[in-house]
């Protein structure tokens, strides 16, 4: 979704802070493309440098008392800048009235007029997070979503080969199912990604045998959580003599989902392998490199320094002549 309209807009915020129309409701499907929302006091003085047209204007408290200070063909002239650059919409915060000329112009132009009563930052914040969400790329992803000592783990594979037992377990064992089967994953502005369950699935999972349970119900509302930023993939597959599995750890595999790249863990599975234990240690593990720790690197050092503290030793020992 690359765009939405102001009707799309409201719809979204309609529990969160209501507005009022003041101008026709033709006018509510301008589009709208991008989260960022801009107050024009400058542009209605006549500067327009910077001015960026595509963004919500928000008329405040300052920007309205400026409009005072003009007289009335003034005033007209200030606000025809914003329906000339066409702007998306504009919102009149703090429960101010929008002024007549305003609502008269935008109206000819199809522009969106919204009048509400929270104040212009907390507008600024609600609006654009709300556009934000709707307009972060997203994709589904088959694969199990859990929360295991506050990192998300996200395990892949084909299908069959055990990833919802291996959640399973996990909740078992005390952690948190986000999503079984499909994954729905957001990518934010920050670049993080996020991943949550389908709202038909919601936290349901098929089991080989014996079919759909209610995990909430099973486990109760501490085995849950809605959504969890995606921190590590941990790709199922199965054991093949032919492939050369990482070892030592010195390596550290990336894949990329939405253009982000996250630590990939590529776990072989034999009968017996305690999948649930590694899947805690890989979690651990990940927690202690974000803390500065890597434990294979360390032990990596510490050999190299001690074959060269041998070398220096033997050196020294050939030197000698008595």
């Keep these: 979704m690359s765009s939405l309209t102001v009707r799309q807009i409201l719809g979204k915020l309609a529990d969160e802070m209501p507005f009022d129309i003041a101008t026709s409701g033709d006018a509510l499907d301008s589009i709208v493309g991008t989260g960022e929302l801009s107050k024009p006091g400058l542009f209605l003085a006549g500067f327009e440098q910077g001015f960026v047209a ?7 408290e300052a920007e309205l008392a400026f409009l005072e200070t003009l007289d009335s063909d003034g005033k007209r002239r200030a ?23 305003l609502v008269d112009l935008c109206n000819d132009a199809g522009i969106p007029v919204l009048r509400t009563g929270s104040g212009s930052n907390q507008v600024v914040r609600q609006v654009g997070s709300a556009i934000d969400r709707a307009l972060s790329p997203r994709i ?7 929360d295991v000592y506050g990192m998300g783990l996200l395990f892949t594979g084909s299908s069959g080969i055990g990833k919802s037992e291996c959640g399973l377990d996990l909740v078992e064992h005390g952690h948190r199912l986000v999503a079984d089967d499909v994954v729905t ?23 080989r045998g014996i079919g759909i349970i209610d995990v909430q119900a099973v486990f109760g509302i501490r085995a849950i959580r809605q959504q969890k930023r995606i921190e590590v993939e941990v790709q199922l597959v199965h054991w093949s003599d032919l492939d050369d599995y990482e070892r030592l750890g010195l390596d550290e595999k990336t894949t990329e989902i939405l253009g982000v790249e996250i630590p990939i863990v590529t776990l072989p599975l034999v009968p017996g392998k305690n999948i649930t234990v590694i899947a805690e240690v890989i979690a651990l593990n990940q927690l202690l490199k974000l803390h500065g720790t890597h434990p294979a690197r360390q032990l990596d050092k510490r050999l190299r320094d001690l074959a060269s503290q041998k070398a220096r030793a033997g050196k020294i020992l050939r030197s000698e002549t008595e």
């Design 54 to 60: 595509e963004r919500i204007q928000i008329l405040g």
């Design 79 to 101: 606000l025809a800048r914003l329906v000339v650059a066409g702007v998306p919409c504009v919102i009149v915060t703090d429960g101010r009235e929008p002024p007549s000329e």
């Design 140 to 146: 589904s992803v088959h694969g199990t979503l859990v």
């Design 185 to 207: 994953v957001t990518r934010t502005p920050q670049d993080v990604l996020i991943g949550a369950g389908s709202d038909l699935l919601r936290h349901n999972m098929e089991i």
